[in-house]
Nanobody
Framework: VQLQASGGGLVQAGDSLRLSCVAS????????LGWFRQAPGKEREFVST????????NYADSVKGRFTISRDNAKNTVYLQMNNLEPEDTAVYFC?????????????????WGQGTQVTVSS
């Protein structure tokens, strides 16, 4: 499975971005998908996850109310709509495919990872 993330960029605080991640190869829509991020000098952290049917989603407290995750299984794509961005959101954002169908924030349960897309938010 290969994951290609896109949509990152340089924006100002308060702006919005939508990240996309397309899966290819031996994909399955039966797995939960997730977004993680890693800021310079920090560990990779959970951002959001969505179940394989898309009916259940979880968010990190730091992004609740600002970010929305969604998926289109017909297109093998997961999205992350990010609104009201803050400088603290600056990081490389990674999409990932979980081993399981239920959403999880546990990084170690994700098997496949994309290459990441840079999001930079200026104040």
């Amino acid at each position: 499975v290969q994951l290609q993330a896109s949509g990152g960029g340089l924006v100002q605080a308060g702006d919005s971005l939508r990240l996309s991640c397309v899966a290819s190869g031996r994909t399955s829509s039966n797995n939960a998908l997730g977004w993680f991020r890693q800021a310079p000098g920090k560990e990779r952290e959970f951002v959001s996850t969505i179940s394989w049917r898309g009916g259940s989603a979880n968010y990190a407290d730091s992004v609740k109310g600002r970010f929305t995750i969604s998926r289109d299984n017909a297109k093998n794509t997961v999205y992350l709509q990010m609104n009201n961005l803050e400088p603290e959101d600056t990081a490389v954002y990674f999409c990932a495919v979980s081993l399981y169908s239920s959403p999880t924030s546990r990084l170690e349960l994700y098997r496949y990872w994309g290459q990441g897309t840079q999001v930079t938010v200026s104040s």
